[in-house]
């Protein structure tokens, strides 16, 4: 069977191998609710509620979502070479702020790709940086602007990081740090913020 299987989930019942089962995101609770105020969200906007439209890229989100994983809108047939097992598979939205199923997916391959082939095995600290309510629409949609910001945060870390080394006499020594843009609260609220995982001293 094909290993590139997007969007689905295989199960392992032991020695018995692996089953496909298609997701099927339609049944699940975000979904029906998107789909059922959806439009009612954007009359909401029009009307002007909260005071703040709704920016038409925060539309395309959401409608790809509503897309994600269904079978009507487009699918692959997987199919093994070796055996007559096939499958349909739908495609997926691929979006990065919004759908659970395609951020967790690019997270996970985030993650693994970090872990075996950039960070080396040392100490890591996570720094989180934060702007006040006033500043964040602004940051949110000036990019060179939040590109700045996050130079400056993270070089202001691992300067504090080389200060402290020099002081304890790791005059060569360097650092690292990755860091991630992260849009949204948990609620949703526009807040956009950096997350940095930094290697904790120098190496």
Not at 17 to 28: D, F, N
Not at 46 to 62: D, H, K, N, Q
Not at 119 to 147: K, N, S
């Amino acid at each position: 069977m094909a290993t590139a299987v997007v969007g689905a989930v295989v199960t392992s019942p032991g020695a018995g191998g692996v089953v496909y089962s298609r997701r099927r995101p339609e049944q699940g609770t975000l979904h029906r609710l998107v789909r059922e105020n959806l439009r009612t969200l954007y009359a909401a906007a029009e009307e002007g509620f909260a005071g703040a439209p709704l920016p038409g890229f925060a539309r395309s989100e959401l409608e790809e979502y509503l897309d994600c994983g269904l079978l009507q809108r487009g699918f692959a047939l997987v199919a093994c070479k070796d055996c007559p097992e096939r499958h349909l598979v739908a495609f997926s939205c691929g979006s990065r702020s919004f759908c659970p199923c395609c951020m967790g997916r690019r997270m996970a391959a985030t993650t693994l790709n970090l872990l075996d082939h950039v960070v080396p095995r040392v100490g890591l600290r996570q720094f989180v940086f934060t702007v006040p309510h006033a500043l964040r629409a602004r940051l949110a949609y000036d990019g060179p602007l939040l590109g700045a910001v996050s130079r400056i945060f993270v070089d202001s870390v691992l300067g504090w990081y080389r200060r402290r080394m020099e002081i304890e006499g790791a005059v060569d020594g360097r650092s690292g740090a990755v860091t991630v843009v992260q849009r949204t609260s948990a609620d949703l609220k526009l807040n956009p913020h950096l997350h940095a995982v930094v290697l904790d001293g120098l190496c």
